[in-house]
């Protein structure tokens, strides 16, 4: 199972999500601090504005976090092939789909 991607801990995506803009943040015992803005035709939001944006982004991230256990779970390209070639269209779909109810989209 993959680890969750916590969006406290990563302002530059949330930033990047909602404002389309870059920048680069310090981060030290829990706390952000944007060090550089590098987006100069876009207006640098206020840290409450981004503040504000987490929980938001956060609820992106949930609601595909599925997407990455799964990635990992599936077997090998090469291996589905072998299984389709022993044991057909119906293994195949059986070991994908075991996968898949493993981690339901959310």
Request: hydrophobic share 35%; net charge negative.
């Amino acid at each position: 199972m993959s680890t969750k991607i916590l969006a406290e801990q990563n302002i530059e995506q949330v930033v990047k999500w909602k404002w389309g803009a870059t920048c680069y943040c310090k981060y030290k015992d829990g706390n952000w601090e944007i060090f550089e803005w590098a987006s100069d035709d876009i207006a640098q939001p206020t840290n409450a504005e981004i503040e504000a944006e987490i929980p938001n982004y956060q609820a992106v991230l949930d609601s595909k976090h599925y997407q990455k256990d799964r990635a990992v779970e599936y077997p090998s390209i090469k291996d589905q092939l072998d299984d389709l070639y022993h044991n057909g269209i119906d293994g195949w779909k059986a070991t994908i789909k075991a996968v898949k109810d493993k981690y339901p989209k959310s």
